[in-house]
């Protein structure tokens, strides 16, 4: 997750959205997996390995997505629209965890 942030705020929502990814589907997508393709999607601009499965159980069409970051003109800008996005979705689910957890 390093390697995606330049802030602590930023490393903070990739730690809420790898808890909400945890609390949804557990060991079933592992967040090594998926922290390592949204690495590799931003360096790349097309989604790779566990981020396409994070996108496609959600209801997001990985097409439509690639076609997001196509519009990204660097690096930083696709980060923070794989992160917006996955921290969108799956907010709630980290929420509802630690409030269970608690």
Same mark, same amino acid.
């Given at each position: 997750?390093?390697?995606?942030?330049?802030?602590?705020?930023?490393?903070?929502?990739?730690?809420?959205?790898?808890?909400?990814?945890?609390?949804?589907?557990?060991?079933?997508?592992?967040?090594?997996?998926? /922290? *390592? &393709?949204?690495? =590799?999607?931003?360096?790349?601009?097309?989604?790779? %390995?566990?981020?396409?499965? !994070?996108?496609?159980?959600?209801?997001?069409?990985?097409?439509?997505?690639?076609?997001?970051?196509?519009?990204?003109? /660097? *690096? &930083?800008?696709? =980060?923070?629209?794989?992160?917006?996005?996955?921290? %969108?979705?799956?907010?709630? !689910?980290?929420?509802?965890?630690?409030?269970?957890?608690?």
């Amino acid at each position: 997750m390093a390697q995606l942030t330049t802030n602590e705020q930023e490393l903070s929502q990739w730690t809420n959205i790898c808890q909400g990814v945890y609390a949804t589907f557990g060991a079933s997508l592992p967040i090594e997996g998926l /922290t *390592e &393709a949204a690495n =590799e999607t931003a360096k790349v601009g097309q989604v790779t %390995g566990g981020l396409a499965d !994070a996108l496609n159980w959600a209801g997001i069409s990985e097409d439509a997505f690639n076609e997001k970051l196509a519009a990204c003109n /660097t *690096e &930083a800008e696709r =980060e923070e629209l794989i992160r917006e996005t996955l921290n %969108g979705i799956y907010s709630e !689910a980290a929420a509802n965890y630690e409030k269970n957890n608690a």
